[in-house]
């Protein structure tokens, strides 16, 4: 078994990805989607509010126990809340065990939850930042290929990460009665949601 450590970015762009067949269905929900995103935001600016350190970070796995490990919390750099001269604090966000099945395509026996998670993320962030093609077009990268998703997540009731997240202008349309739907789709929703609306307020705040 082979370790490696990885950026976010590293990671999700090293290929395809689909859930393991011992995986459950999405089941983050809307609280450990936003501690996810405080511990990210934290490892990024850990001098603004009032100088808090970085969150402690995960032990790391020793060698064999893992296939690929995610590094550095860099996913806040669009928001330019920071200075460009400091350089990010490392977080480690988890390990993520992932078996090849072939070339450039992987199976992820754990760490779905959240793999999923982020590339909601990443995709809130690549809309709310559309007007600068650059950025989002890197953004786009970590969660898509030119031929479709990275992440496939389709399931008998379709596919709602591909249909209301993946896909350009999805992931930060206003939709209603978000809070009483069910299933997976509900929770990928909600996620986008609280998403949406925590980085809408980090963006406004930067400029």
Known sequence: MQTDTFTVEEYLQDGLYCPAKVQRTY???TDQCATLLDDLLKAWRPARRG????PAPVARPEPGDAAD???LADLAAP???VDP?????????GVTIARRLQAG????????QRTTALTVLIAVLRDLLASD??????LNACINTRDGARLDLKTSRGA????DIQKRGEAVKIRQHVARERFEKGRLRRAAKAFRERLANEVGAAD
């Open 69 to 71: 490990a995610l590094a």
């Open 79 to 81: 928001l330019g809340d």
């Open 105 to 112: 395509r992987y199976e992820i026996v754990d760490g779905l």
């Open 160 to 163: 709602p990460l591909w249909d």
């Open 27 to 29: 089941l983050w929900d």
């Open 51 to 54: 100088g808090a350190e970085p």
């Open 85 to 93: 001269s400091e350089p990010a604090s490392k977080y480690f966000l």
């Open 133 to 138: 093609a650059a950025i989002s077009q890197r």
